[in-house]
């Protein structure tokens, strides 16, 4: 991926969050398409595509009736395990953001 050009481009941050939302709101999580949406981001740009994320319904097991509105954190907690966890918490660490994943 390309460096993003232009701190203001919040399309650009919103399009990367709705790429991590499609790749794990469905069953299964598409872990590569989210590898590959984060791409070379810097702090600054991670901290805006948290933003664009905001709290998305997530429901547990499917079932409509438990939905919990999580941030884009705690739906990797959710939907990510093991290398793919600390792979993520390694390229979020330089958003200087509070981890809680």
């Known amino acids: 991926m390309t460096k993003i050009s ?7 941050y ?3 969050s709705d790429i991590l939302y499609s790749s794990m709101q469905n069953w299964g999580t598409d ?3 989210m590898f ?8 600054f740009e991670l901290v805006k595509v948290y933003e664009a994320f ?15 509105s999580l941030d884009l954190f ?6 990510l395990s093991g290398k793919d966890l600390i792979k993520m918490r390694n390229i979020w660490n330089k958003s200087g953001l509070n981890i809680t994943f």
């Open 6 to 12: 232009g701190f203001g481009n919040v399309d650009v």
């Open 14 to 16: 919103k399009s990367i």
């Open 31 to 33: 872990e590569k398409a």
């Open 36 to 43: 590959n949406a984060l791409g070379n981001l810097d702090g």
């Open 54 to 68: 905001g709290n998305k319904s997530y429901a547990f097991g499917g079932a409509s009736f438990a939905m919990n």
């Open 74 to 79: 705690g739906w990797f907690a959710k939907e």
